[in-house]
């Protein structure tokens, strides 16, 4: 079973950055398409970014496009996402998700897309 474990989240003032890192619980952590959700107090998950199997290819949200960036080291296991010029609307639980082999285009946003899922960090931003 695969396990993803989300860390960085935290309290930071609009205009603040973190940066999220997630790490899966897997040998061929390069044989796995990457993805991050986020999900606001009363609403539902949303997609926010997800990278490829070797990170030649990334792909945004349009609410966090410009401002986040994501990427991952294959050598340590971890992807991650930084998030730059943040907003009270950023405030949610964030997610990553873990997806074997690649993912087509059309499929880059649903949450079915993804197999492995981690429990999520927090993420408050303040005004």
């Known amino acids: 079973q695969v396990q993803l474990v989300e860390s960085g989240g935290g309290l930071v003032q609009a205009g603040g950055s973190l940066r999220l890192s997630c790490a899966p619980s897997?040998?061929?952590?390069?044989?796995?398409?990457m993805g991050w959700f986020r999900q606001a107090p009363g609403k539902e998950r949303e997609f926010v970014a997800t990278?490829?199997?070797?990170?030649?290819?990334?792909y945004y949200a349009d609410s966090v496009k410009g401002r986040f960036t994501v990427s991952r080291d294959n050598a340590k296991n971890t992807v991650y996402l930084q998030m730059n010029s943040l907003k009270p609307e950023d405030t949610a639980v964030y997610f990553c998700?873990?997806?074997?082999?690649?993912?087509?285009?059309?499929?880059?946003?649903?949450?079915?897309?993804?197999?492995?899922w981690g429990q999520g960090t927090q993420v408050t931003v303040s005004s």
């Open positions: 998700a873990a997806r074997m082999g690649q993912i087509i285009p059309e499929a880059r946003e649903r949450e079915s897309t993804y197999d492995y």
């Open positions: 897997v040998r061929t952590f390069g044989g796995y398409a």
């Open positions: 990278i490829s199997r070797r990170g030649l290819s990334t």
